[in-house]
């Protein structure tokens, strides 16, 4: 995946909201599995199936995604893709 590629299963994406990055990993399984990173960071696996996952879909670099959440509604920017 480059940052031209739409967003699909075995893709690692960088979202930010209100300043925070999250990275995230398209897989077909393993919803909620998190694998620490450098610098503190972790990579969280999200499945297609979830809301966040459907909202990713198809969203290249660039593209924003907005989520409803129990906290409230959420917008997230997707800054790079591998």
């Known amino acids: 995946f480059d940052d031209s590629s739409p967003l ?15 990275c995230c990993w398209l897989l077909p399984a393993g919803a909620g599995e998190r694998f620490p990173l450098s610098g503190g960071r972790e990579l969280r696996v999200v499945t297609p199936r979830s ?32």
């Not at 699909?8 to 999250?22: H, I, K, P």
């Not at 906290?71 to 997707?78: F, I, T």
């Open 8 to 22: 699909a299963a075995g893709a690692v994406c960088v979202l930010e909201d209100d300043g925070r990055q999250t």
């Open 51 to 82: 809301p966040l996952g459907q909202s990713l879909l198809g969203l290249v670099q660039g593209d924003v995604c907005g989520l409803d959440t129990a906290e409230g509604s959420r917008e997230y920017e997707v800054v790079e893709v591998a």
